[in-house]
């Protein structure tokens, strides 16, 4: 089992920028990469970024250029700095442990954090 729990997320005006923070405990061992998601009201989750646990990272087209994914082994974080951000980009943030094969393709795995909320202003 893992448990995730994110944090940073907050409120910010168009064009800002905000650090999430993901830390996992418990076994890690049947996942290799931890991921980001986010869910807008009425929309699907969709997939933001993953990082590998030897630092291979993905991130979807929406954010590319903004947003860098980031990891820590040894503290078993990882983080999703969101720069220039956008209206667009409010939504729960949730983190997720799973596979990131070396396609870039990211599964996601059975274990999420309970999410955190950003919100962008214009």
């Known amino acids: 089992q893992v448990q995730l729990v994110e944090s940073g997320g907050g409120l910010v005006q168009a064009g800002g920028s905000l650090r999430l923070s993901c830390a996992a405990s418990g076994s890690t061992a049947s996942v290799n990469a931890m991921g980001w998601y986010r869910q807008a009201p009425g929309r699907q989750r969709e997939y933001v970024a993953a990082?590998?646990?030897?630092?291979?990272?993905n991130l979807a087209d929406s954010v590319k250029g903004r947003f860098t994914i980031s990891g820590d082994n040894a503290k078993k974080t990882v983080s999703l700095q969101m720069n220039s951000l956008k209206p667009e980009d409010t939504a729960v943030y949730f983190c997720?442990?799973?596979?990131?094969?070396?396609?870039?393709?990211?599964?996601?795995?059975?274990?999420w954090g309970q999410g955190t909320q950003v919100t962008v202003s214009s």
């Open positions: 990082i590998s646990n030897s630092g291979r990272t």
């Open positions: 997720n442990a799973g596979l990131l094969n070396y396609g870039g393709n990211y599964y996601s795995g059975n274990y």
